[in-house]
C-alpha cells in the first residue's frame, strides 16, 4: 500500500431525534458543513432515525430521501460520506444498510450481517451476507455496523484491508465491551480502524456515550472522541503501516477458512 495519499477522517458523533429523518438530516447539515476538507466522513448508525425496530415504519425506498440528500451532501462537501439508515431494499426486505455516497453521485452501500437478537433486530430486518471492501484514494475500507464488532470471523480479512470502518448506536451499558474490542479488530487484522457511535438518549430511554475513535494497527488511540458532541478529525498515514505489515507480518500465518 505504498504511496497512498493520507486519508482525512472526519467522525461526526452527535445525539439523534428520535424517529425524525427530516429533523436529523436539517442537524447534519451544519455538521457536515464543518467537516468540509475530509476525505471520509462517518455518520453513526441509523442516523435518521436512531436504532429502531420498526422498520416497516419507517423504511425508505433504495431512493428515498435520505438517501438523495446523502448523495447530495456529497458533492457539496466534495467527500465520501457513510452512515446507516432503515432501507426496503428492491426485494422488499428491511435492511440495516449503510450507504457509501461518492462526490460523483454514485453509491455502494453494505448490508449489516449481524443482526442484534436482544433488541429483536433480526424479527424486523433481514442480514446482508456479503462483506464489501471499498476503495477511496488508494485505501481499502471495509464498513461494518455496530453488532458486527463482537464476531471476529466476519471482520477478519488482514490482506485486503487498510482500514475498518464500525458505525454504531452502541449503548453506554455495554461500553466496556466497546473499547475492548475496537483494539483487538485492530491487531488480529493489522489494520487501523475507524469507529463512529452516537450520544444522548433515544426513544426507548437507551443512554449513549460515544467514545467514538480511531485506533492505528497496534490497538493504540490517535483520536478519543469521548462523550463529545461535535466533528472529530483525524489525518491516517499508509507509510506506518506499510512498514509495520512488512516488520510484522502475522497475516502470513493465519488460518485459512470458509465461511457459510
Given amino acids: 500500500m505504498s504511496n497512498k495519499p493520507d486519508l482525512q477522517l472526519a467522525l461526526i458523533q452527535t445525539t439523534l431525534a428520535w424517529h425524525d429523518p427530516a429533523a436529523n438530516r436539517e442537524h447534519f447539515d451544519g455538521l457536515l458543513e464543518q467537516a468540509r476538507g475530509a476525505d471520509l466522513v462517518i455518520l453513526p448508525e441509523m442516523f435518521s432515525t436512531g436504532f429502531s425496530m420498526e422498520s416497516a415504519a419507517l423504511a425508505e425506498p433504495e431512493d428515498g430521501p435520505t438517501t438523495g440528500w446523502l448523495c447530495e451532501q456529497a458533492q457539496r462537501i466534495d467527500a465520501v460520506i457513510c452512515g446507516s439508515l432503515i432501507i426496503q431494499a428492491a426485494d422488499g426486505s428491511y435492511r440495516n444498510r449503510l450507504l457509501w455516497a461518492r462526490p460523483d453521485g454514485s453509491l455502494a452501500h453494505y448490508d449489516k450481517r ?11 430486518y433481514s442480514a446482508g451476507d456479503e462483506q464489501v471492501v471499498l476503495e477511496l484514494k488508494g485505501w481499502r475500507v471495509r464498513p461494518l455496523i455496530c453488532y458486527d464488532l463482537r464476531f471476529p470471523v466476519w471482520s477478519r480479512d488482514a490482506e485486503s484491508t487498510d482500514l475498518l470502518l464500525y458505525t454504531a448506536n452502541w449503548p453506554g451499558a455495554r461500553r466496556q465491551h466497546w473499547n475492548r474490542l475496537l483494539p483487538a479488530r485492530a491487531i488480529e487484522n493489522l489494520c487501523y480502524v475507524v469507529a463512529v ?64
Fill in 114 to 124: 449481524h443482526l442484534f437478537r436482544m433488541a429483536g433486530e433480526h424479527k424486523h
Fill in 197 to 260: 457511535n452516537r450520544v444522548g438518549e433515544d426513544g426507548k430511554g437507551h443512554v449513549y456515550t460515544g467514545d467514538s475513535q480511531v485506533l492505528d494497527f497496534q490497538g493504540e488511540p490517535l483520536l478519543l472522541a469521548e462523550s463529545g458532541d461535535g466533528v472529530f478529525r483525524q489525518r491516517l498515514a499508509c507509510e506506518p503501516l506499510r512498514a509495520y505489515r512488512e516488520r510484522f507480518p502475522a497475516h502470513l500465518d493465519a488460518d485459512t477458512f470458509t465461511m457459510n
